[in-house]
């Protein structure tokens, strides 16, 4: 059974820092491209950082580019996003995702059609 347990989030004041962790099990996890989304309250699913498989190519949303850092230790199998100079606008829910059906920067939709492999998501909430 594949499983990805995010967590780490929780309540920070802006300008803080929080280190997010996903664990993968069940799939190859070493394999595979690995990608942080989110949602804030009332809006859309929006992309947010991807890392290759062996971990020398990442990729940012220009609105967390410079503050954000994706990193992953295949030995553990575990997906990692540190995020620094958080916004209120960084508040939403993220969720640690693979096997997507929908290329990296365009429109996403859902998870459940979006993404073959997802986790159930942990909650960031920056305060003003």
């Known amino acids: 059974e594949v499983q990805l347990v995010e967590s780490g989030g929780g309540l920070v004041q802006r300008g803080g820092s929080l280190n997010l962790s996903c664990a993968a099990s069940g799939f190859s996890f070493a394999t595979h491209w690995m990608y942080w989304v989110r949602q804030a309250p009332g809006a859309g699913l929006e992309w947010v950082s991807r890392?290759?498989?062996?971990?020398?190519?990442?990729d940012y949303a220009d609105s967390v580019k410079g503050r954000f850092t994706i990193s992953r230790d295949n030995a553990i199998n575990t997906l990692f996003l540190h995020m620094n100079s958080l916004k209120p606008e960084d508040t939403a829910v993220y969720f640690c995702?693979?096997?997507?059906?929908?290329?990296?920067?365009?429109?996403?939709?859902?998870?459940?059609?979006?993404?073959?492999?997802r986790g159930q998501g942990t909650q960031v909430t920056v305060s003003l």
């Open positions: 890392i290759n498989d062996d971990g020398d190519t990442t």
């Open positions: 995702v693979t096997e997507n059906t929908v290329h990296w920067g365009w429109p996403l939709h859902d998870l459940q059609s979006d993404f073959n492999y």
